[in-house]
């Protein structure tokens, strides 16, 4: 047999530019599926009906509230005197997750002091250019569920701050 012995000899440039290469491949790959997933975005639950079971009303006393999740995202329930409300908790600003201070009486986004009212999801205060997203809730056997994602109405949120509400 006739036995042949070869020998590859890889220089530093040529490993550098092989990673180099590999690493601008990584990167056009990240932009390709940005592309490809901003062209077909998946389907939206927004505005889908769905009733999900968030707690009993014995779990929730008047002037507390619930963290939960519906349609993947972070929300709250809160128990006011008025009755339940239910808001999507993540800021409208810059996507923090906002909490219930009850001794305020607010809905409050701690990244940069946004304040948003309990019973609306109106902002009060701070950045947060539109309300909160309210989710329609039922109270029924004792327990309150989720029903539907309402996006806010952002023609009302424009012209509130514009003076006009």
């Known amino acids: 047999m006739d036995d042949k012995i ?16 590999l690493v601008a491949l990584f990167f056009a ?13 998946q389907a939206s639950n927004k505005g889908e009906s769905s009733e999900v ?12 509230s619930k963290k939960f999740m519906f349609n993947g ?8 005197p008025a009755g339940f409300r239910a808001f999507g ?8 997750i906002a909490y219930w201070k009850p001794d305020e009486n607010i809905i409050f986004c701690p990244c940069h002091l946004g304040k948003f009212d309990p019973n609306t999801g109106a902002v009060i205060s701070g950045p947060p250019p539109s309300p909160l997203p ?5 109270v029924k056997d004792g327990a309150v569920y989720a029903l539907k994602w309402k996006d806010p109405d952002y ?7 514009a003076g006009a509400a």
Not at 31 to 39: I, P, R, S
């Open 53 to 64: 079971k968030i707690a009993t009303v014995d779990e929730v006393p008047t002037g507390s």
């Open 155 to 161: 023609v009302k949120s424009i012209s509130f701050y």
């Open 134 to 138: 309210a989710i329609d809730i039922a």
């Open 89 to 96: 908790s993540v800021c409208t600003h810059l996507g923090c």
């Open 73 to 80: 995202k972070a929300s709250v329930l809160l128990h006011m």
């Open 29 to 41: 790959g990240g932009a390709a599926a940005t592309v490809l997933k901003y062209l077909w975005p």
């Open 6 to 21: 070869i020998n590859i000899t890889i220089t530093r440039r040529k490993l550098t530019e092989f990673l180099i290469g």
